[in-house]
C-alpha cells in the first residue's frame, strides 16, 4: 500500500496543481470521484487487470464509462496513466487529491468510531478541541463499534488517538508480554 501512494503521488500533485491553479479544484473532485468509482467497480477492476487489452484501449473504454464526468484534461490524465501503466492508481490519486484539497481549504476530515452513539456534545466538544489543536475547520463523521466496550478512536487524516478501552487493555496485554 505504502508503494501505491508513492507512486500515486507524483500524478495527484499534479493534477491537484492544474485543478488549483485553474481554480477547478471542485470539478476535478467529482471526475477523480468518478473515476475511482468506476475503477473500484469489480467489472472494471478486470478489464483493466486484463493482460491481453492494450492500455489505450483500455484509458478509452474507462473514459467512455464516466462519459460526459469527465472533461478533455481528465482523459488525457487517464491516458498518461495508460501509458506508465498505472491505470490501477486511479483510486489512490483520488485519495491524495482529496487530502490535498482538504489541506488546501484548511479541512480536517474526521472519523469517530465509538462503543455507544455520541451526543450531540459530545460531537461538538471532540470538533472544538480537533479545530482549536489543528488550526482548521473540522467535518466529522461518527460511527459505533460496539467490540470497542467503551471509550472512541478518533482519525483525523492520517492521526489515530485511541482511546478505546478495547485499545487500552491490547497496549496492556502487549506491555505485559513483554515483561
Known amino acids: 500500500m505504502a ?46 487487470e486484463a493482460p491481453e487489452m ?14 460526459d464526468e469527465l472533461d478533455d484534461r481528465a482523459r488525457k490524465m487517464i491516458q498518461v496513466l495508460a501509458r506508465n501503466k498505472r491505470l490501477g492508481l ?9 487530502e490535498l484539497k482538504a489541506q488546501d481549504e484548511k479541512v480536517l476530515e474526521v472519523e469517530v468510531v465509538s462503543a455507544r452513539p455520541l451526543s450531540a456534545e459530545q460531537e461538538e466538544s471532540i470538533r472544538a478541541a480537533l479545530a482549536k489543536r489543528y488550526q482548521r475547520e473540522v467535518t466529522m463523521s461518527s460511527r459505533v463499534d460496539e467490540q470497542l466496550l467503551g471509550g472512541a478512536v478518533i482519525r483525523a487524516g492520517d492521526t489515530v488517538i485511541d482511546g478505546s478501552v478495547r485499545g487500552k487493555l491490547d497496549k496492556l496485554a502487549e506491555t505485559l508480554q513483554r515483561s
Open 54 to 67: 492494450p492500455d489505450e484501449q483500455k484509458a478509452f473504454r474507462l473514459a467512455d464509462i464516466c462519459g
Open 3 to 48: 508503494e501505491l501512494a508513492t507512486l500515486a503521488r507524483p500524478y495527484a500533485n499534479a493534477v491537484f496543481d492544474i485543478a488549483k491553479g485553474a481554480g477547478a479544484l471542485d470539478g476535478w473532485s467529482r471526475m477523480l470521484g468518478c473515476l475511482g468509482a468506476v475503477a473500484a467497480d469489480t467489472g472494471v477492476r478486470q478489464l483493466l
Open 90 to 98: 486511479i483510486g489512490e490519486i483520488r485519495d491524495q487529491f482529496e
